[in-house]
Every structure is written in C-alpha cells, then in structure tokens.
C-alpha cells in the first residue's frame, strides 16, 4: 500500500473554534507533543485578523517557536487573504493553506469576499511570493449550510480556475461535516482523471460521524495526502453546524489495521489527545481513546 502523507492541524483548526485563550505556552507544547508523535507536516497557526477569530493573536509567536526549534519538521499556516500571507512570510514560512469557498455564500461569510475577489488576491500572492509554496482549500466542497449539495460540475469549474492562476496542490474540505462515501469516491475520482498533474489532499469533518470512512473511501479512491485533527476539536466558526474533525488518533489506529504506512506513534498520539482534552475541556474526547489505548498495551 501506498505511503500516507498524514498532516496535523490540530494547532489550527482544533483551535480557531475555541471560544477561550489557549495559553500560548500549551499551544508550543501541543506543537512539541505533535512533532514527538512524528508528524512531519503540521499546520501551526492561522494568519488571520484577530477580531475574525481572536485565538489567533499569537500566530506569529507560535510559528517561528516551532520553525525556530524543529528543522526537520514542516510547518506551514492558514492564510485567507493577502495580509496573511504577508503576515505568515514574515513570520519565516514558505508553505502555507489559502481558502476560498465552493460555495459563494459561505466565502462571503468566511472571508467577506466574492469568488471573484478571492481569486484576484490568489494570483497577486503568487506573484508577489513565487518561493512560497500555495496549497489552496476548497471549502464547503461536498455542502454548505447556506447553498446545499454541492455538484461535481460545480467543482471541476472552480479548480479549472486555481490551476489557471497557478494552484497545482489543493485540498478539497468538508467543511460541515456533510460528505458521504459514495459522494466522496466519485468526487475524488472526477478531479484526479480531470486534472491528473495536480495533487489533491481530502480534510473531512466529523459532524455525522462518518470522518473515518469518507476519508478511508478517499485513500481508496487514490488520495494520500489527508488531514486530520489529534484529539477530534475543531469546526468552521463561519459555518453553522460544524462541529469537529476527523480524530487523528481514531484515523490512525484505523489505518494501521489497514496496513496503510504513517509515520506516527498512535500510543503517543493518544496520550496526545489525552493533553488536549485535560488542557482544553472543549475538544471532543470519548472513551475510544482509552479503549483503543488498553487494546494496544495488551497486544505488546
């Protein structure tokens, strides 16, 4: 089987939803538990205005803390908009995620601007950052809370116009938590005999429980590169409804058995989850994680 390339985010999206301050100082241990877990690309912050979402106040702080400390780990940030990516430039990355919405409605809400907005400030930061390396979002790429359903024609149309300002890597995000296996499979099937030069990654929310099995059915499909969230927290601000990610710890015991290849220690990934959910009651943290941990104690 195919190695995965399996990137954290909890640092981002687990934590833009989080109505209290994390301190600033349990975020750099968070990072530090993720890069002992042995993740190897790891979305650290969001470059985004504060009143937006005030979590992200120390995005700066967080990230040269982590690009400062660890060299053989790739860190990279959310970006909506140019002054965060000029933000996040600044700051020492060359890699971060810009997000434009399928849905119109919900960039308006998301980001406060057009499709044709978003699209125009895309190009200018590719031609005013070549070095830095541009993975694009799709958000609310299977539904939105606003427009429904989205379509696949509706899909192939937008990713014809990133690859056309120079996007080849782009992330297609459940955004509510809405995708279906079978929806996910010919989704993920279409964009890459469509557009068979340009990598695709697959994020999927948890909201009807079926994170694992979409993003499973997505491996199936061909994807390797997929996100996740250790400890499960998160979910779009903007977007009504959202609640939760995927649990890294629960994909990655679940691809394990599989026999897929990630580069993680899931005992520590769990002890991980266990951090974030002593540390931050909000995360979302079931019994699961102990079941899943005693089950791996005894099999040594």
Do not use: W
Not at 15 to 21: A, D, N
Not at 43 to 50: A, G, L, P, W
């Amino acid at each position: 089987m195919k190695k995965l390339e399996f990137i954290e985010i909890a640092p981002r999206d687990g934590f833009q939803s989080v109505k209290e301050f994390i301190d600033t100082d349990i975020k750099k241990e968070v990072v530090d538990r993720l890069v002992d877990v042995g993740f190897k690309n790891i979305q650290v912050t969001s470059f985004i205005s504060e009143k937006a979402i005030p979590q992200m106040r120390d995005a700066k702080e967080v990230a040269e803390y982590a690009i400062n400390k660890y060299k053989d780990v790739n860190f990279f940030a959310l970006a909506p908009n140019f002054m965060g990516v000029e933000n996040a430039y600044n700051a020492g990355l060359r890699e971060i995620t810009y997000v434009i919405s399928l849905s119109k409605t919900h960039n308006m809400s998301n980001v406060k601007r057009t499709h044709d907005e978003s699209f125009a400030e895309l190009e200018k930061v590719i031609k005013t950052y070549p070095d830095m390396k541009i993975n694009l979002d799709v958000a609310t790429a299977f539904g939105c809370p606003f427009e429904g359903r989205s379509k696949i024609e509706d899909l192939v149309k937008f990713i014809e116009r990133g690859v056309s300002v120079g996007v080849t890597t782009f992330d297609i995000c459940d955004t509510i938590g809405v995708a279906y296996p079978k929806q996910v499979e010919t989704f993920m099937t279409v964009l890459q005999e469509t557009f068979p030069t340009c990598k695709f990654g697959i994020h999927i929310h948890d909201t009807r429980s079926m994170g694992i099995i979409c993003t499973l059915t997505a491996i199936k499909a061909g994807i390797t590169r997929i996100f996740s969230v250790c400890s499960g927290l998160g979910g779009c601000p903007f977007a009504p409804g959202a609640s939760g990610n995927t649990a890294s710890e629960d994909l990655a015991n679940m691809l394990i058995l599989e026999g897929y290849e990630i580069d993680v220690d899931l005992e520590k990934l769990i002890e991980t989850a266990k951090f974030i959910y002593e540390k931050i009651p909000t995360g979302i943290f079931s019994s699961h994680h102990i079941h899943i941990k005693n089950s791996i104690c005894s099999c040594q």
